[in-house]
């Protein structure tokens, strides 16, 4: 099994398609064998799913991720575990001692990435800057 988790300064970070790098855990027998952190070059929504899949990465943690993602996600066999917050490896221990606090339901709905699958770019229009979503990207 191979882990992916979003990644900044040891923490889980908090919006996927901003993610400037995610950080692989390598799992046997369950065990951590192999650690890894690789940018994502700013990739961006769409492409982090085909990134994470290029890399091996079979299970993601996160924090807020939105709908399409998620659907990229599971299309390619992606298991998700959002609403994670706090350290990156914590984490990683802690879904594996079946432990790990996460919310299934949760889902980043303040941005306007995927207008081309029924986005309606929540309380504000396209382009307009809410939240630290700019978008347009």
Same mark, same amino acid.
């Given at each position: 099994?191979?882990?992916?988790?979003?990644?900044?300064?040891?923490?889980?970070?908090?919006?996927?398609?901003?993610?400037?790098?995610?950080?692989?855990?390598?799992?046997?027998?369950?065990?951590?064998?192999?650690?890894?952190?690789?940018?994502?070059?700013? #990739?961006?929504?769409?492409? *982090?799913? &085909?990134? +994470?899949?290029? %890399?091996?990465?079979?299970?993601?943690?996160?924090? !807020?991720?939105?709908?399409?993602?998620?659907?990229?996600?599971?299309?390619?066999?992606?298991?998700?575990?959002?609403?994670?917050?706090?350290?990156?490896?914590? #984490?990683?221990?802690?879904? *594996?001692? &079946?432990? +790990?606090?996460? %919310?299934?339901?949760?889902?980043?709905?303040?941005? !306007?990435?995927?207008?081309?699958?029924?986005?309606?770019?929540?309380?504000?229009?396209?382009?307009?800057?809410?939240?630290?979503?700019?978008?347009?990207?």
């Amino acid at each position: 099994m191979k882990i992916a988790v979003t990644y900044e300064s040891g923490n889980v970070f908090q919006h996927f398609g901003h993610c400037p790098q995610f950080k692989f855990y390598t799992v046997e027998d369950g065990n951590i064998v192999k650690e890894e952190i690789i940018s994502t070059n700013g #990739s961006g929504h769409g492409a *982090l799913a &085909g990134f +994470l899949r290029l %890399n091996g990465a079979t299970t993601l943690i996160c924090g !807020g991720i939105g709908g399409g993602a998620r659907q990229a996600l599971a299309q390619l066999g992606i298991t998700l575990f959002p609403g994670v917050t706090g350290n990156a490896d914590e #984490s990683v221990k802690a879904l *594996l001692k &079946g432990a +790990l606090n996460f %919310n299934p339901n949760f889902v980043c709905n303040h941005h !306007g990435h995927d207008h081309d699958h029924g986005h309606d770019c929540g309380s504000h229009k396209c382009g307009e800057d809410k939240h630290g979503c700019g978008g347009n990207h």
